[in-house]
């Protein structure tokens, strides 16, 4: 799976577009706003709208039977370099069928150095290849809204998910928004359309040049 995930990412789109700002990484793609400017802990509507936007972007780009890859970067410190507290592992906790965890492939490992070259972290990425329903992605969501809150659950790993069938990429940073990149602009054409309202105004001008019509 490491080499099919690889050799799809190269043919596809290319292989380091798994990164923050997944929007700008690719030139076809929608940035769509869930949470509110005002981001507060104290008021629970606000998580449980935003978690409800993105399943609605997710189920309408993921499709039942649709093959995806589910890919985690997550970082491990080495000791004794101290960091934030890292939150929940997304594999095997939210995965549907316990079985699948032994799926799971490890694709990069990439040690990390200090200037005085001590070890301080190994970052690492790891993809399962599944269908939408074998993941318990409604509670991943929850959790990557929670992230800048340490709200339990919270993941504080970059999760995105490949559509190898439509050829789609989605990625949810945090409470804020989430990103929906495609290898075609006809790929994302709907979506652009039925959700338009959800666009993030910041970016909005740039997406409709990109899908407007004629």
């Not at 490992?109 to 301080?120: P, Q, T």
């Not at 959800?198 to 019509?213: G, H, N, P, S, V």
Request: glycine share 4%.
């Amino acid at each position: 799976m490491k080499f099919e995930l690889l050799d799809y990412l190269n043919k596809n789109f290319k292989d380091d577009i798994l990164s923050p700002a997944l929007f700008y990484n690719w030139d076809i793609g929608i940035r769509f706003e869930l949470g509110s400017p005002y981001r507060g802990t104290e008021n629970p509507e606000y998580f449980i709208k935003l978690r409800e936007r993105a399943v609605k972007i997710f189920e309408f780009v993921f499709e039942e039977n649709d093959d995806l890859f589910v890919i985690v970067n997550s970082f491990e410190a080495v000791e004794p370099y101290e960091v934030f507290n890292q939150g929940e592992g997304v594999f095997p906790k939210y995965i549907k069928n316990k079985n699948d965890a032994g799926q799971v492939v490890c694709v990069k490992e990439e040690k990390n150095f200090e200037e005085e070259g001590d070890l301080s972290s190994i970052s690492y990425q790891h993809c399962l290849k599944c269908k939408r329903d074998d993941i318990d992605y409604s509670r991943i969501f929850e959790a990557l809204a929670n992230r800048d809150f340490f709200r339990e659950p919270y993941i504080s790993d970059g999760v995105y998910f490949a559509n190898v069938s439509q050829d789609i990429i989605f990625h949810m940073y945090d409470d804020r928004g989430l990103d929906v990149v495609a290898k075609n602009k006809e790929n994302l054409q709907k979506l652009y359309l039925i959700f338009n309202n959800w666009i993030l105004d910041y970016d909005r001008k740039q997406i409709d040049e990109t899908f407007k019509l004629g």
